[in-house]
């Protein structure tokens, strides 16, 4: 979400330069309101299923028709892990437990006009139970092997499986 005016009192926002490392930021020269343009963060589930990883075809804009990784935005109040376990849930009817982070990844998500930043908690998982069923927000889900995976939709998970291949490089 990007504003041009201001929130509070309407007033057209102006960039107001950084005194410090920080970006410089839109600002209200009325109020002083400050849009901070900082990321949402995310999770993504990597199920680790005897060295391969689900996968899910999305059935929904932005990158519909795309593969990508079981995840969504975390809730307020969640952790990390129990947001992975509760994306995991829903979208594809499985059990997981976190194994361990992969890292943290920034990237966007685009919808229509607006671009989130976002930022994506990876997730080493394995399946503790539950059986595989796809929500509709899924056209298609399958287990690929990390030399066969396709190329998923967005950035934070390409970046994720560039690290989960270079650990099994000879
Ligand atoms: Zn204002």
Redesign the pocket.
């Known amino acids: 979400m990007e504003f041009r005016y ?6 057209e926002l102006e960039m107001r330069p950084s005194e410090g490392p920080d970006p410089d930021r839109p600002a ?1 020269p ?4 400050v849009h901070y343009e900082n990321p949402v963060p995310t999770v993504q589930a990597w199920i680790d299923r005897d060295g391969e990883f689900l996968a899910l075809r999305r059935n929904q804009e932005p990158k519909k028709g795309e593969w990508n990784m079981p995840g969504g935005f975390i809730e307020q109040g969640e952790s990390g892990p129990d947001a992975a376990g509760r994306e995991v849930r829903e979208e594809t009817g499985l059990e997981v437990e976190v194994v361990e982070s992969i890292g943290a990844f920034p990237s966007t998500y685009e919808t229509g006009e607006d671009t989130q930043p976002i930022l994506g908690l990876a997730y080493l998982c394995r399946i503790s139970g539950g059986e595989e069923e796809i929500s509709d927000e899924s056209e298609e889900a399958k287990w690929f092997s990390l030399a066969d995976f396709p190329e998923p939709a967005f950035a934070d998970e390409r970046r994720a499986l560039a690290i989960l291949r270079s650990r099994v490089q000879p």
């Open positions: 201001c929130p509070r009192c309407a007033t209200c009325n109020c002083n309101f």
